[in-house]
Nanobody
């Protein structure tokens, strides 16, 4: 199984920035996609942004223009920079990875990190 270790998150004022990182270890062969989802209280988990091993990215409309996702394939690490944070960005942020080939993937999750945007 893939193990995902996250760092980043915390309490930040509106308009502030945060940087997250997530490192994959153990069964890291054929990790295709990495990225971040988030879950606010009482809501379903939703996409923030993902990046494939070839660098193709996908992100939610709610964060477009405010985030940068990047990946270091050699270190199996994904980074997420979030700027201009809003109270509605408050959630638990989960790192994810999709492992597999040819469209058949197994998804793994990190333990989650809390982000609170408040003055």
């Amino acid at each position: 199984q893939v193990q995902l270790v996250e760092s980043g998150g915390g309490l930040v004022q509106p308009g502030g920035s945060l940087r997250f990182s997530c490192a994959a270890s153990r069964s890291i062969f054929n990790i295709y996609r990495m990225g971040w989802y988030r879950q606010a209280p009482g809501k379903q988990r939703e996409l923030v942004a993902t990046i494939t091993s070839s660098g193709n990215t996908n992100s939610a409309d709610s964060v477009k223009g405010r985030i940068t996702i990047s990946r270091d394939n050699a270190k199996n690490t994904v980074f997420l920079q979030m700027n201009s944070l809003k109270p509605e960005d408050t959630a638990v942020y989960y790192c994810m990875s999709d492992k597999g080939v040819s469209g058949s993937y197994t998804r793994y999750w990190g333990q989650g990190t809390q982000v609170t945007v408040s003055s």
